[in-house]
């Protein structure tokens, strides 16, 4: 078991920026591929970016690519979000999840790959 918090939400205006903590607790010695999630009030639960366990390989939404960075630090068991040139539309609750594997390159983009979620943390864009 592993258990998730995330942080660093907030309010900010477009084109603003912001970033991201997921730390991990419980189970840390074990590896996990990392992913960030969102969700909108009245839509689904969409990917946003992932993670490998060796930080070697990286996915991302065409939505956020070359404006979101994901990065971790696995000797602080920590997972982060970088998100710049922010829009309205990137406003949601943002879940980070991990992913129990032995695959050190393993990158995973689909929510039900995940077993372990955090609570979320809000991200609200103002125009």
């Known amino acids: 078991q592993v258990h998730l918090v995330e942080s660093g939400g907030g309010l900010v205006q477009a084109g603003g920026s912001l970033r991201l903590s997921c730390v991990a607790s419980g189970r840390t010695d074990s590896s996990y591929a990392m992913g960030w999630f969102r969700q909108a009030p009245g839509k689904e639960r969409e990917f946003v970016a992932a993670i490998s366990w060796s930080g070697g390989n990286t996915a991302y939404a065409d939505s956020v690519k070359g404006r979101f960075t994901i990065a971790r630090d696995n000797a602080e068991n920590m997972v982060y979000l970088q998100m710049s040139s922010l829009k309205p539309e990137d406003t949601a609750i943002y879940y980070c999840?991990?992913?129990?594997?032995?695959?050190?390159?393993?990158?995973?983009?689909?929510?039900?790959?995940?077993?372990?979620w955090g609570q979320g943390t809000q991200v609200t864009v103002s125009s």
């Open positions: 999840a991990a992913d129990q594997t032995y695959l050190r390159r393993k990158v995973v983009v689909t929510p039900g790959g995940y077993a372990y």
